[in-house]
T-cell receptor, first 109, second 113 residues
Framework: KNEVEQSPQNLTAQEGEFITINCSYS?????LHWLQQHPGGGIVSLFM???GKKKHGRLIATINIQEKHSSLHITASHPRDSAVYIC???????????FGTGTSLTVIP | NAGVMQNPRHLVRRRGQEARLRCSPV?????VYWYRQLPEEGLKFMVY????????ESGMPKERFSAEFPKEGPSILRIQQVVRGDSAAYFC???????????FGNGTRLTVT
């Protein structure tokens, strides 16, 4: 069983649609990270959350610590948002990170 | 400000050779992490280092793999006697403290022939 589960695994959307990617985890965490990996392979950190909600441009990330769940929302999606979105958790015991398997998003013009 | 610099970008080694992967963190970042991404798989934690210290290497194979982050110079991930199964993308990230937003390098793609 993975400590971090993401859904959906694959997602295709029309340009302009509102997108939600979900992440559930089963361990105690000090922080949760959302990452974006583009087709070229480079990884960009989008957010680090330990509570509440963060917003950056068209991206919104929320976390519910009690329910061990986080969501990444993309408003007014655009083809350039096409990438793999990865959820990762920073444990509150030990030094490990656990990663979800990623959600592959394709936004069609 | 330069981001995390990894080199080489691509590395080809024959079975049995050694691979050395370098990572220069963002200036001022003292926390370095190495991750491996096998083909068609997700990222896996390998090792977490602070200057001159290995904090957690629980994700690293016990044999052939080692990592260091010396007082001066880049962090090095060293793989001895490479095998085909070591073929993967190896990413380095750095942060100024923990927990903190991670800054990733572009990765080193290792191919073992």
């Amino acid at each position: 069983k993975n400590e971090v589960e993401q859904s959906p695994q694959n997602l295709t959307a029309q340009e302009g649609e509102f997108i939600t990617i979900n992440c559930s985890y089963s361990v105690g965490i000090s922080a949760l990270h959302w990452l974006q990996q583009h087709p070229g392979g480079g990884i960009v950190s989008l957010f680090m959350l330990s509570s509440g909600k963060k917003k950056h441009g068209r991206l919104i990330a929320t976390i519910n610590i009690q329910e061990k769940h986080s969501s990444l929302h993309i408003t007014a999606s655009h083809p350039r948002d096409s990438a793999v979105y990865i959820c990762a958790v920073d444990l509150n015991t030990g030094n490990q990170f656990y990663f979800g398997t990623g959600t592959s998003l394709t936004v069609i013009p | 400000n330069a981001g995390v610099m990894q080199n080489p970008r691509h590395l080809v080694r024959r079975r049995g050779q050694e691979a050395r992967l370098r990572c220069s963190p963002v200036k001022g970042h003292s926390h370095v992490y190495w991750y491996r991404q096998l083909p068609e798989e997700g990222l896996k934690f390998m090792v977490y280092l602070q200057k001159e210290n290995i904090i957690d290497e629980s994700g690293m194979p016990k044999e052939r793999f080692s990592a260091e982050f010396p007082k001066e110079g880049p962090s090095i991930l060293r793989i001895q006697q490479v095998v085909r199964g070591d073929s993967a993308a190896y990413f380095c990230a750095s942060s100024p403290l923990r927990p903190s937003l991670l800054h990733f390098g572009n990765g080193t793609r290792l191919t073992v022939t």
